[in-house]
Nanobody
Framework: QVQLVESGGGLVQAGGSLRLSCVASGRTFTTYPMGWFRQAPGKERELVASISGAGNTKYVDSVKGRFTISRDNAKNTVYLNMNSLKPGDTAVYYC????????????????WGQGTQVTVSS
């Protein structure tokens, strides 16, 4: 059974930093895309950042230059480093993994974590 478990969320002041982690178990995703999504109250879920099996990355415009996605294949883990956080970044952040290498292009993911809350105070 595949599980994705996120950690690292919390409450931080504007301008601060957080590092989210997502550990996958049940299978390896070394050559497959993984991503971070977020959903704020009353808003649709959006893709924040994703990383392909080859290590290519992409970001939503609102976080470019502030967030960095990375992966440690030996640990089957993906990270999201978030700097210069803004109140608008407040949301539940979800880790996702795809079993289709094209998922990096299509943004379609097969497995999801339970989410971790990130709250940025002004």
């Amino acid at each position: 059974q595949v599980q994705l478990v996120e950690s690292g969320g919390g409450l931080v002041q504007a301008g601060g930093s957080l590092r989210l982690s997502c550990v996958a178990s049940g299978r390896t995703f070394t050559t497959y895309p993984m991503g971070w999504f977020r959903q704020a109250p009353g808003k649709e879920r959006e893709l924040v950042a994703s990383i392909s099996g080859a290590g290519n990355t992409k970001y939503v415009d609102s976080v470019k230059g502030r967030f960095t996605i990375s992966r440690d294949n030996a640990k089957n883990t993906v990270y999201l480093n978030m700097n210069s956080l803004k109140p608008g970044d407040t949301a539940v952040y979800y880790c996702a993994a795809s079993l289709d290498r094209l998922g990096y292009i299509t943004n379609k993911y097969d497995y999801w974590g339970q989410g971790t809350q990130v709250t940025v105070s002004s």
